[in-house]
């Protein structure tokens, strides 16, 4: 499979139809793997994958930094994917620019899981093709049970669970840098006139920060779980993105990231709508 | 003869300074990851990871401080900045940590004198834990120092054979809690120490002069691509000491809080004008690096790093500041430094 993925690279890289392609390399150990940049086909051998590849790499899209002129080539698990289809939903790129090439591990974590190139090339084949993989599944399957246990409890001890959470919370935006949605040139809680969000890491801004980070992923956020795994304070966000993820589909019957063409529920409307929620 | 500690007398010494008042602050386990905290109980102390999520700073120059409070009434102002902090021991830091606070003295007491962080450091007894083993991230003594250096330590406790500590009482302070809690300790011939030193990993006396020389260089440009610009490895470290001051409140009352910065965020260096000296996360790292190796070092006589490795564990892209500094030392000794006179 690696070879097949390198294979791709090389092509895409010498007969010059990216400029860079985005993937996994290895670090100090299997089980360490990080995001490298191959400008050129002859090391494509920098690139692996396995089921420790875990950094959600769309996040470099649209970092105007490290983006080349040309088009870049991205190795894109299911999450990266999903996560493209909404950045093109939001017209973050030209999608011409970004050619993906499709990965995909039968279990992520789980070492000795079988990986395997998706068949894919396009963006709409890819996202056909993750749903298909996804069927069945809710998008989030794996925080799903602790979402239960959290909304079982009264508002007093739910909102006692995230105090305590996000008492520890050192307003270091791990979480936002690592999410590719949190794109803002300027992210609102760098805002100053007004001061919308306290910077102080206490519980006033921190319970204000995340529960504004988790409204601004509705409907966008594709339970990649980046955040999560980026928080060195161990904080549990996914499990509040999850929980806005289940309100949207509920509400709207949409899940994020599956289908570039239809508008997003929560940037969108339609002139016969009703209107009954608004007083 | 010498002082020893049993290792199952641990608790049994923090118990005492609890009964002594003191507030005793230690790893514990909090929802999978160890951090230091204040503990209640003894029992509490987890000694299970190498090195705790957050560093020891935290309890000296926390990550937000109020300098002071105001209220504002009818027809009067009232401004408080009372601070007494209370008397703490702080167990389970390892050698990394305690070098840390020399460190930090000379920032905190060079033209000013911080009266929140010598305050802090008056009021804390820090008991150090020499290392009985490291990982892939430590690189003490790559830094001229090593797991058992007391250097930052009140008290420290150096693993020997027959589950024991052998003590050593470095300071008068830590002289002093030990006398408070004297029962705890045995006299005794201390067996074999079990000090795990990891290996040297880069030249240090190479990295300095490579840094100057270097400031225009392809590894900035090649090498940092990936960092996300979190402010993670900062806020992490013991040594990264960048603050803000801000003001929170309204027209009845608040505070002016000192709260960490990061120089690894775009909003550091952003002037007002829009202009931003810093445009790029490779700038910010070379300014991480060069802070630390230079500048630092320059004006403090040592290194704004101890090695500890929480960036390189913590890092959400796996970047690893002793990677760099690795090949950094291999730069330098490719490319050495032209003798002074010598033409270029």
Known sequence: MIEQLRQRAREL?????????????RGNSPQATFPVFIKKADEVDRLVFNPFCRNNLAVYLTRKDIMPKGAVGLVARPEEVRSVAVLVQEQQFDPDKVVLIGVACAEPGKE????????????????????????????????????QELEAMTPEQRLAFWEKEFSRCIRC??????????????????????????????????YFWNVIRAFHLAGRCIG???????CPMGIPLDLLNAKVAREVKESFAYEAGFDHEVPPPMASFRTDDEQEFIK | MAMLLAKKNLRALLRGAMDRKYRVVGPVREHGIVLF????????????????????????????????????????????????????????????????????DRLFGWDYKDKFYFARREATCVITLACDRFDEACFCTSLGFGPRAAEGSDILLVPVEGDEYAVEAVTDKGRALIAEVKDVFTEGTPGAEKVAYPEKKFD??????????????????EEF?????????????????????????????????????SCQFALFTLHTSGHNPRPAQAARWRQRLRHKFVYYADKFGTEACVGCGRCIRNCPVCLSILDKLVLIGREAAAAPAQPAGAQP
């Open chain 2, 204 to 221: 240090l006396a190479a990295v300095k002069p490579w840094l100057e020389r270097n400031f225009e260089h392809p590894i900035w440009k």
């Open chain 2, 37 to 104: 905290a204040e503990m209640s109980d003894p029992g509490a102390l987890c000694l299970d990871e190498l090195n705790t999520q957050n560093s020891i700073k935290e309890f000296f120059f926390p990550k937000t401080e109020k300098l002071f409070t105001y209220s504002l009434g009818k027809n009067d102002a009232a401004v408080a900045d009372d601070f007494a902090p209370p008397r703490t021991v702080l167990i389970g830091g390892r050698a990394c940590d305690a070098r840390s606070l020399v460190a930090l």
């Open chain 2, 225 to 261: 691509l990936s960092c996300l610009g979190c402010g993670t490895c900062t806020y992490q470290c013991p040594m990264c000491h960048c603050f803000d001051i801000v003001d929170e409140g309204d027209i009845h009352g608040g505070a002016r809080c000192k709260n960490w910065d």
């Open chain 1, 173 to 206: 935006y791990a979480c936002r840098q690592a999410c590719p949605m949190c794109y803002c040139e300027r992210c609102i809680v760098e805002k100053n006139q007004p001061q919308w969000i306290p910077s102080s890491p206490r519980p006033l801004g921190n």
């Open chain 1, 13 to 25: 890289l010498g007969e010059g139809t990216v400029a860079l392609v985005i993937g996994y390399g």
């Open chain 1, 112 to 147: 000795g899981a079988a990986c395997e190139m998706l068949k894919g090339r396009t963006l709409k084949e890819l996202e056909a093709e993750v749903a298909e993989r996804l069927k069945g599944r809710d998008p989030a399957q794996e925080v799903a049970a602790k979402v």
């Open chain 1, 224 to 230: 990649c779980g980046a955040c999560a795994r980026a």
